[in-house]
């Protein structure tokens, strides 16, 4: 060894340059190719953390996104808080120092809590701080709550991008299983995306000794790549971690070094046809007395420090395992110098493989650790019989702990994918998929290389329906295990979280409170919630849950993989946002016009100028809205419909398209024809609702609400270019290249006559929901017989260059019909009357088209559709639901928009709230919606609307359509 813990040779890193860096505030050096961590190691570094808790003294455990304890703020240009050192790589300058250690890491004063320990156990929070009252305890709490700070400026330079791709298969991981899995299905001509999360692909092989095909394994790895790269069918993404799995094989996928030196990170959204997760598996810890003094190390993390580093973490280790794989972790410190004092394995019989590697060391079989010593830094051991006895103690500055290993099942479950748990290798393995994915690899539960290499060539031969190729010889190791989840003879604290402080006392706490499920035992311990997500201890939790119930553990289970994998920077996910922008409102060729006629004009949305309402004088709001609703009801009214978003959509393949956007189907549309429909989001929530109009074979129009056209645009070109990229389809916007005048009411098909028009406007010639081209009033117009305030309507669409002579034209022969220009409050009236839904109102981010009577909106045809299983699975989930329905105040007064409805008007929790309240000038009286809990079954009850102050106001709960329920005036 030289000075220090690092080694004379060997390891990853490049000698010839040195780097200089600082952990609070003590400068230190490295080189290129170390993490802060290796670096920490290296220049002999043991205490780096204080724990959350009760502000244990901590190191470094593991290597790599495992790390559970030593967690660490940037400062400076890199500033960023709560990153494992073991992620960390090292630069020039570097300025990293401990968090939640005040004054210091050394000298700490929230070790006392360490005193008081049976005084905070898991859930204490639930049940203290309430005397006199939350807010006395407020502001120490809420001072010594959190790790590192926020950065207080963003990046000084460098922006952050997002990209989307596509692909028929996305491997996640470049391990020896990843490589095979890519090098298959790329050779059999598939577009291949493979995505690793290190700083350099082969998984675990940079941090072990292993040979593929007689030579170094790292030179099989070089020579894969190589020939991936050469491929234009294959995108490698190093240093890029897959941490989300969505529905319909979505992906995000964040790349933290991209090639171009401007970006600081770059999110990609994928999408793929088939997904294999060759994610590998992580180490777990083992489970017993003080098993958190800095020096107790994952057993494959002191490997990595000293194969991929060239650093030794100690220079007398103790070996404290369950299987065979410490044993080659033995191997290996003994070959880079280290002692090794004794192998202590719980195991009453060591497969003579593991034995044959390790010549010459002490085998302490069935025996445990069941204390660590230390203070600041381990300084032995004590060893004795599993069912206890006298203990024998060995004095050492390092243990290397495995309890086995878990296969990375975290995308695998975000896709909805099963889990089993696996007797033989004492972990959960991949099950049922849910979506088109394949593991393979250690994640797949091939823990030894030879059978990774090969589990990866068949995941892609199966998918390419093709010969996998010849597996290479590469020898190692079995795998053997018999689990231990706990030490129950342990001494002292048994840290089953290291992140969070949670022990084995905690979760026998929980059990005894009454949470028996490990759900409930995770939030009642916080077991399993810090950034890390229990990515070391989660089994060993589940495995001390199932020894106190008697369970088998799969009767346990385990708990829920949410995204992000691992912690990902917001500006990655938001993506590249520079600078301010204006923003100038929109206006159709009628605002003079308008504003000319004393209109009192809103933004419509999407920044578009429109009339509110027309006063006359001595008009207020009401008078004049009455006014112009009686218009349309009984005679006739004009609107300006332009502001609508509007598409055309052309290609063969537009049909299906909109069969996959809309939740009803589109594609059996007949030319001139049309249908209202629904998009839905990806979590089955709806986006717009709007018609659709079929022009001929292959061109379509789409017409969409005001407010949400420019975000319906993006999310039909995210569909196109993300999902569908090889559809023959082309969306262009029209909204300004068609304006309309909506002529509505008794006598809509009067004024059309007068106007002069080519089209037959007969009902049987001219149906409702069709379409027509043709001249009106000798403009080229095209004509859609489509209704949103529930009368007889025609909307005549022309160019913008003759938007004004028709309104003049249409405004001169209406003159004898009494005809009104219409504003949106008289608009919002209307719809009201009829029931109609308003995406600003009734769709409030909660209610789906069923809650809104509208399923027979949602196809039973089709097998998919945008949003279908989301729709699904949170129906399935039971439980009430607020449902649309109509209101009629009693006594007949207005109710304010968004006023709660509670049982008998008591002061609880609400039961639903009332989405509108207008004047219907058709029944004389005050009319609403609102959504309210199982409303369906409650028409005719009566309701109670509780407003602040505590008054309460009756109504009687309707049918949501207070005019016309049959339509028959739409359809006249």
Not at 58 to 79: F, K, N, Q
Not at 335 to 360: F, K, L, T, W
Not at 448 to 475: F, K, M
Request: glycine share 12%; proline share 6%.
């Amino acid at each position: 060894m030289t000075a220090g813990n690092r080694l004379a040779t060997g390891g990853r890193i490049d000698r010839s340059r040195p780097l200089n860096f600082t952990f609070n505030g003590k400068p230190y050096s490295g080189f290129e190719g170390d993490t802060l961590a290796s670096a920490l190691l290296a220049n002999g570094v043991r205490l780096t953390a204080r724990s959350f808790k009760y502000h244990r003294p901590r190191g470094i455990v593991g290597a790599g996104v495992e790390e559970p304890s030593t967690l660490v703020e940037l400062r400076g240009e890199d500033a960023s808080g709560n990153r494992p050192a073991s992620t960390v790589p090292l630069t020039e300058g570097l300025a990293a120092k401990a968090v939640n250690c005040w004054p210091s890491l050394a000298f700490d004063i929230g070790a006392v809590n360490q005193f008081a320990s049976r005084f905070i156990p898991a859930g204490f929070y639930y049940k203290t701080f309430k005397w006199p009252n939350w807010h006395f305890y407020e502001r120490p709490i809420r001072k010594a709550a959190g790790l590192a700070a926020a950065p207080s400026e963003p990046p000084a330079t460098g922006h952050y991008e997002t990209r989307y791709g596509h692909c028929d298969v996305l491997v996640a991981g470049a391990g020896p299983a990843g490589l095979m899995a890519a090098l298959t299905a790329a050779r059999a001509g598939l577009r291949v995306m493979i995505a690793d999360e290190g700083t350099e692909p082969g998984g675990s092989l940079p941090s072990r000794r292993l040979t593929i095909g007689g030579t170094d394994a790292l030179e099989w790895v070089d020579a894969t790549v190589a020939e991936l790269s050469a491929m234009p069918n294959v995108t490698h993404l190093q240093n890029a971690t897959v941490w989300g799995y969505r529905e319909h094989n979505y992906l995000m996928v964040t790349e933290r070094a991209p090639a171009n030196p401007s970006l600081l990170e770059r999110t990609w959204r994928v999408r793929a046809g088939h997904v294999i997760t060759a994610t590998g598996a992580i180490e777990r810890g083992l489970v017993f007395g003080n098993n958190d003094r800095p020096g107790v190390m994952l057993a494959s993390a002191v490997q990595t420090y000293v194969n991929r580093y060239s650093v030794a973490p100690g220079k007398r280790a103790v070996i404290f395992t369950n299987n065979n794989s410490a044993y080659a972790v033995v191997a290996d410190l003994a070959a880079a110098g280290v002692e090794v004092r004794a192998i202590v394995d719980s195991r009453d019989a060591v497969p003579d493989e593991a034995r044959a590697i390790v010549h010459g060391i002490e085998i302490m079989a069935g025996k445990v650790v069941t204390e660590a010593q230390g203070g600041r830094q381990l300084r032995g051991v004590a060893v004795a019989s599993k069912s206890g006895g006298s203990a024998r103690i060995l004095s050492c500055d390092l243990l290397a702990m495995s309890g086995g290993w878990n296969p990375t099942v975290h995308l695998w479950s975000q896709s909805r994918s099963g889990l089993r748990y696996d007797d033989p290798l004492a972990t959960f393995l991949p099950d049922a998929p849910a979506q088109a994915v394949s593991a393979a690899g250690a994640a797949n539960g091939a823990l030894t290389l030879q059978d990774a290499l090969r589990s990866g060539a068949e995941a892609a031969a199966r998918i390419t329906g093709t010969e996998g190729p010849d597996i290479p010889d590469a020898p190692d190791l079995p795998y053997a295990i018999e689990p231990l989840w706990r030490v129950e003879t342990a001494k002292g604290k048994a840290f089953l979280d290291l992140q969070n402080d949670v022990t084995v006392d905690d979760i026998h706490l929980a059990l005894r409170e009454g949470y028996s499920n490990v759900e409930h035992v995770k939030r009642y311990t916080t077991g399993g919630m810090g950034f890390d997500q229990g990515k070391t201890g989660n089994i060993n939790i589940i495995g001390t849950v199932a020894l106190a119930q008697g369970l088998a553990m799969d009767q346990v289970g385990t708990t829920t993989f949410r995204a992000p994998y691992s912690p990902v920077s917001f500006g990655a996910i938001g993506g590249l946002r520079e600078g301010t922008v204006a923003l100038p409102y929109r206006h159709t060729p009628i605002t003079e016009w308008n504003l000319a006629q004393g209109a009192f004009m809103y933004e419509a949305g999407a920044r578009w100028r429109r009339p509110g309402f027309f006063p006359r004088a001595g008009e207020g709001l009401q008078e004049a809205t009455n006014r112009e609703c009686r218009a349309v009801r009984f005679g006739v009214g004009v609107y300006d419909g332009s502001p609508l978003g509007t598409f055309e959509l052309k290609g063969r393949d537009v049909g299906r398209f909109l069969d996959y956007l809309y939740s009803n189907v589109m594609s059996s549309l007949k030319p001139g024809h049309g249908r209202y429909g629904l998009m839905l989001s990806d979590d089955g929530l709806i986006m717009d609702d709007g018609v659709c109009f079929r022009l001929d074979d292959h061109r379509w129009i789409v017409s969409t609400s005001t407010g949400h056209a420019d975000a319906i645009n993006g999310h039909m070109e995210e569909m196109l270019q993300t999902r569908f990229p090889e559809w023959n389809v082309f969306i262009t916007p029209v909204t300004s290249q068609w304006n309309n005048a909506t002529i509505c009411g008794p006598k809509a098909r009067e004024v059309m006559t007068a106007l002069g028009t080519d089209i037959d406007l007969a009902p049987e010639a001219f149906p409702f929901m069709t379409v027509r081209d043709g001249t009106v009033a000798g403009l080229p117009a095209r004509v859609v017989r489509v209704s949103f305030t529930g009368e007889l309507s025609f909307e005549v669409n022309v160019a913008p260059r003759h938007m004004r002579t028709l309104w003049a034209k249409v405004m001169e022969a209406g003159q004898p019909l009494g005809i009104l220009p219409v504003g949106s409050e008289a608009s919002h009236v209307l719809r009201v009357e009829k029931g109609f839904l308003s995406l600003g109102h009734e769709v409030d981010g909660t209610v789906d088209a069923y809650d809104l009577g509208m399923g027979w909106a949602m196809s039973k045809k089709k097998p998919d559709y945008l949003g279908k299983r989301a729709v699904q699975i949170r129906r399935e989930a039971g439980g009430a639901r607020r449902e649309l329905v109509g209101v009629t105040p009693e006594p007949d007064r207005q109710i304010p928009e968004g006023a709660p409805l509670t049982p008998g008007g008591r002061k609880e929790k609400t039961e639903g709230f009332v989405t509108a309240c207008v004047w219907s000038v058709v029944h004389e009286r005050w009319v609403g919606l609102a959504l309210l809990e199982n409303g369906h079954t409650r028409h005719g009850e009566t309701a109670h609307v509780r407003l602040k102050g505590g008054e309460v106001i009756p109504v009687r709960v309707t049918p949501p359509c207070h005019y016309d329920p049959d339509g028959d005036k739409l359809r006249s």
